[in-house]
């Protein structure tokens, strides 16, 4: 028998799949310690809040954007352009996509999203952030020549992010509820900026 996992585990486990579930306004602490295994009290001891618990299920529990972008910043030029926008976009529209259902229920309290929102500035986070690694990484692929010196990074990593987060919401409401196949979809959107930055 394997052994057991150590609490802080077991509590973003549980964390997660309520909020995937039942959505985050309606996954109280209790059922979460109760889905992992422990009390409330061994809950607050690893953390503080339920929007920093929502917060560490954000950054450890679906796919890891920011530190890609950290990574081909530090090292423009490493793989080829395309490749490892492909690669941004394929990454933000899974993160996104597992994202989506958990934050939803955040525009629906306006309390709760101010919480929220308090949160991620005590603990430096916040939705901004993969729009700044991209750009970031996209002025040092210019600074490199790969990118057009005129071009608007920002507005190119706006432009990239945004339309990964909005095929998260916008296929729920069709009729057939599919979205765009991931990876053909961040193909045919690093192709697209590439063509409007190279």
Known sequence: MPPAKPARERILDAAHELMLTVG???ATTKEIA???DCSEAALYKHFASKEELFIRVLSERLPRLTPLLRGLAAEPGRAALEDNLTEIA????????QSFPIAASLYAQTQL???HDDAMRELGTGPHLPIEGLDAYLRSEQAAGRVRADADTFAAASLLLGACSQRAFAYDATHSGVRPPVDDFARRLARTLLAGIR
Do not use: P
């Not at 394929?90 to 996509?97: C, G, I, T």
């Open 34 to 36: 109760k889905g992992a």
């Open 113 to 115: 999203k101010r919480r």
């Open 24 to 26: 985050l306004a309606r």
């Open 90 to 97: 394929r990454q933000a529209a899974l993160f996104y996509e």
